[in-house]
């Protein structure tokens, strides 16, 4: 089991800047990548950006990127998800999520890979 903490969700104007963390913790040397998804109301989870666990890939999707960048500190055990230049439409609860059998790096997107997720935290952009 792996147990999933996000924090760092909040109220932010266009244009500001949040950042969300992810603390796991249980079987964690079983983890091989990790990953944000968000769902915003009335629309099906989305992939936001992974990173793996143990070589530090990252992907993005193209909503995001540039504007947002994934981290981890191993030692901590711990998943960042800077986020700049932060949108309206960036609003939904963000979730972290821990595949421990990703077979294929291509497949990192697809929220059916993951085995383990938190519990979500809110970000809220106003215009």
């Known amino acids: 089991q792996v147990q999933l903490v996000e924090s760092g969700g909040g109220l932010v104007q266009a244009g500001g800047s949040l950042r969300l963390s992810c603390a796991a913790s249980?079987?964690?040397?079983?983890?091989?990548?990790m990953g944000w998804f968000r769902q915003a109301p009335g629309k099906e989870r989305e992939f936001v950006a992974a990173?793996?666990?143990?070589?530090?890939?990252?992907y993005y999707a193209d909503s995001v990127k540039g504007r947002f960048t994934i981290s981890r500190d191993n030692a901590k055990k711990t998943v960042y998800l800077e986020m700049n230049v932060l949108k309206p439409e960036d609003t939904a609860v963000f979730y972290c999520?821990?595949?421990?059998?990703?077979?294929?790096?291509?497949?990192?997107?697809?929220?059916?890979?993951?085995?383990?997720w938190g519990q979500g935290t809110q970000v809220t952009v106003s215009s």
């Open positions: 999520a821990a595949d421990t059998n990703l077979q294929r790096w291509a497949w990192v997107s697809r929220p059916n890979e993951y085995d383990y």
């Open positions: 990173i793996g666990w143990s070589d530090g890939n990252t």
């Open positions: 249980g079987r964690t040397f079983s983890v091989s990548a």
